[in-house]
């Protein structure tokens, strides 16, 4: 392999998870970050979700960006490409192979918290690319964003609505750590519509995606020696009307009592009782556009299809 790849995560990934473990189980309700889906089993059934007829938001972008990549490595000149959160670059493949028939793709730079995925990235990459330098970068864009190696004529990608994760304080300090990696930003957001389709989307007739939410009990048992029985908890997906997002929980069947010894807890968890583990925020373009505005970007472009919309922004000054 002739990419480069740097981890950062090495020694410090199970004292995070542990202490986000125990302020989550401290809360009014109870909360386990999203983050911790992705396992390599967590990856596997998210790209499960991503093919299923409910799930849109995969398909819309990806449809956007194979009709708009010309157009946007033109606008904005990119040489290098960081994309956050990249997986193994399925989405931004239409991008890569606009900006090297442009003959300016000079670097990639994929950034995600499993290392096996980055290396597969990369791997997958190379030959396709074989004048871009690819250099890998595994961390959490939480606390590693410092970590992307400095560059100019840089656009960086943060796709597939994953910026909806965040509650509104943390998305608001996110973007504007954004506008220090490079001049442009791709964001990818999910928009507000009927809430019966937002709905369905999370809430697939094969049960895949309950199969995922359970999931990140098996990543606490795993990682942290707790004995969580994942069957115990029924998968809920709801949209929040008045703060325009989806939550996704997990909802006991039965009172339980949850050892964690790895984050020094037992947990009392009741009948009912319902454990957060994820929001995921659909947006409005005025909400994009003002957003990002306070964040220190000028939206230049917005592509949409009516369900998803890609924002093309540039940082002022």
């Known amino acids: 392999m002739r990419g480069v790849i740097e981890s950062h995560l090495e020694g410090g990934a199970l004292d995070s998870l542990a202490a986000d473990v125990r302020h989550g189980m401290g809360l009014p309700l109870k909360e386990i970050p999203p983050k911790y889906f992705y396992d390599a089993r967590g990856s596997e059934l998210f790209e499960q979700i991503t093919t299923l007829p409910e799930y849109y938001p995969t398909r819309s972008e990806r449809e956007l960006l194979n009709r708009h ?25 239409a991008l890569l192979y606009a900006m090297a028939g442009c003959g300016r793709l000079r670097a990639y730079i994929p950034f995600d918290c499993s290392e096996t995925v980055v290396r ?33 004529a840089r656009l960086t990608a943060f796709l597939g609505g994953t910026v909806g994760n965040f509650y509104p304080l943390e998305r608001s300090m996110l973007l504007e750590r954004l506008a220090g990696l490079g001049d442009w930003l791709l964001l990818g957001t999910d928009l507000v519509k009927d809430a019966a389709a937002i709905e369905a989307a999370y809430n697939d007739a094969a049960g895949v995606t309950a199969e ?26 709801f949209f929040d009307v008045q703060n325009e997002w989806i939550e996704m929980r997990l909802r006991a069947l039965s009172d339980q009592l949850v050892s964690i010894p790895g984050a020094g807890l037992d947990v009392d968890v009741s009948e009912d009782e319902e ?33 998803f919309g890609l924002s093309l922004a540039r940082r002022r000054g």
């Open 69 to 93: 990549a010309p157009e946007i490595a033109e606008l904005t000149g990119a040489e290098e490409l960081v994309e956050l959160g990249s997986g193994t670059a399925s989405k931004t493949r």
């Open 120 to 152: 597969e990235c990369i791997e997958l990459l190379e030959e396709a690319f074989p004048k871009a330098a690819l250099h890998g970068v595994v961390g959490d864009f939480e606390s590693h964003l410092e970590m992307v190696p400095p560059g100019r």
């Open 212 to 237: 995922f939410n359970r999931n990140v009990l098996h990543v606490l048992n795993r990682e942290l020696g707790a004995d969580f029985d994942p069957d115990a908890f029924e998968h809920v997906a």
């Open 275 to 307: 454990i957060r583990t994820e929001i995921s925020a659909k947006f409005t373009p005025a909400r994009i556009e003002r957003e990002l505005g306070e964040a220190g970007f000028r939206l230049e472009r917005f592509f949409t299809d009516g369900a």
